[in-house]
C-alpha cells in the first residue's frame, strides 16, 4: 500500500489547512486509516484514526473538537480538516494505513505515507 499525502502549507494561528492522503491500491473494508505527527525535536505522536468499514474514529486529546478525519470511498482518499489551528501543531504530519483497526498512542500502523509539513505561526 503506497500512500500520497499533500496539502501542508504556511498559516496563521487560528486557520485552516485540510490535508489529503491517497492509496495507490484500492482501499479494503477492513483498513484502518489516520494520521501521526512529529515536531520538531519531539518524537512521533498519534493524532486521528478511521475504520475505512465502519467510520468510527478515534482523536488524541491534543487535536479534539478541532481536527476531523473523514474518507472519500470513490477516490480512496482520507482528509484531515484542522480547524483552529494554534503553534504547537507545527509538525510533519505523515498519513498511514493499517490491516484491520487501531488508534491511540499505542498503535504502530504498519504502512506509512511521506510526511506533509504543517507550520502554523503565531
Not at 74 to 98: G, I, R, W
Not at 104 to 113: A, E, F, I, L, V
Request: net charge positive; proline share 2%; with cysteine.
Amino acid at each position: 500500500v503506497q500512500l500520497q499525502a499533500s496539502g501542508g502549507g504556511l498559516v496563521q494561528a487560528g486557520g485552516s489547512l485540510r490535508l489529503s492522503c491517497t492509496t495507490s491500491t484500492r482501499t479494503f473494508s477492513s483498513y484502518t486509516m489516520g494520521w501521526f505527527r512529529q515536531a520538531p525535536g519531539k518524537e512521533r505522536e498519534f493524532v486521528t484514526s478511521l475504520s475505512w468499514r465502519y467510520g468510527s474514529t478515534v482523536y488524541a486529546d491534543s487535536v479534539r473538537g478541532r481536527f476531523t478525519i473523514s474518507k472519500d470511498n470513490a477516490k480512496n482518499t482520507v482528509y484531515l480538516q484542522m480547524n483552529s489551528l494554534k503553534p504547537e501543531d507545527t509538525a510533519v504530519y505523515y498519513c498511514v494505513a493499517h490491516d484491520y483497526w487501531g488508534g491511540g498512542s499505542t498503535w504502530n500502523p504498519r504502512y506509512w505515507g511521506q510526511g506533509t509539513l504543517v507550520t502554523v505561526s503565531s
